[in-house]
């Protein structure tokens, strides 16, 4: 497997190491150009996406990102980074970007106040048994699929909050945090498919 990358300007980057560590990938956090060439897959971890954005344009990373993920590389985003990855925002801040990549379309900070952060149990059918305990911090739901996206987790209510489309996958809620490792396991998947 080749080394794998967490996105390191913004966000819990140390909570993804970690698991993919505990996983037995070879782990590198990316903050420039050089050191992205050098992963097969990478994460972008929960934060604040109009950060991540801004920086990731001051670090000269934006184009450098948008070709990985357009020549295949694997990528999987939670919460802030599930935002980077949606082709479309809604509710960004003014002149906010994402990187894109998921043809969705998806919303920040879509639960209310009361319901800012919770957990709940997740049915996922792709991960089987048991539930995934999913942990929600100022989380985006995905609005809109588009036909090549497949749903890996929807809420009792119906709003998407897990989805996947070829070797981009991403999810409003941050496993790295609920010591759940399945979500990784499956990127690591995805890049040793695409190495
Ligand atoms: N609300 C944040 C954003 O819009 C995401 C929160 C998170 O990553 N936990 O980027």
Known sequence: ???????????DVREHVAVLAQLGADVREVRTPAQLAEVGGLVIPGGESSV??????????????????????????????????????????????????????????????QLDSFETDLAVPALGEPPVHAVFIRAPVV???????EVLASLDDGRVV???????????????????????????????AAS
């Open 162 to 192: 897990a989805v996947e489309q070829g070797r981009l996958m991403g999810t409003s809620f941050h496993p790295e945090v609920a010591g759940e490792t399945r979500f990784h396991a499956r990127f690591l998947d995805h890049v040793a």
């Open 52 to 113: 991540m954005d801004k920086l990731s344009r001051l670090f000269g990373l934006r184009d450098p990102l948008r070709d990985r993920i357009a020549t295949g590389m694997p990528v999987y985003g939670t919460c802030a980074g599930l935002i980077m990855l949606a082709d479309r925002l809604h509710d960004a801040i003014e002149g906010q970007l994402s990187l894109g990549g998921l043809d969705v379309a998806v919303r920040r900070n879509a639960f209310g106040t």
């Open 143 to 149: 609005d809109e699929v588009g036909a090549g996206v």
């Open 1 to 11: 497997l080749p080394p794998v990358g967490v996105f390191a300007l913004q966000g």
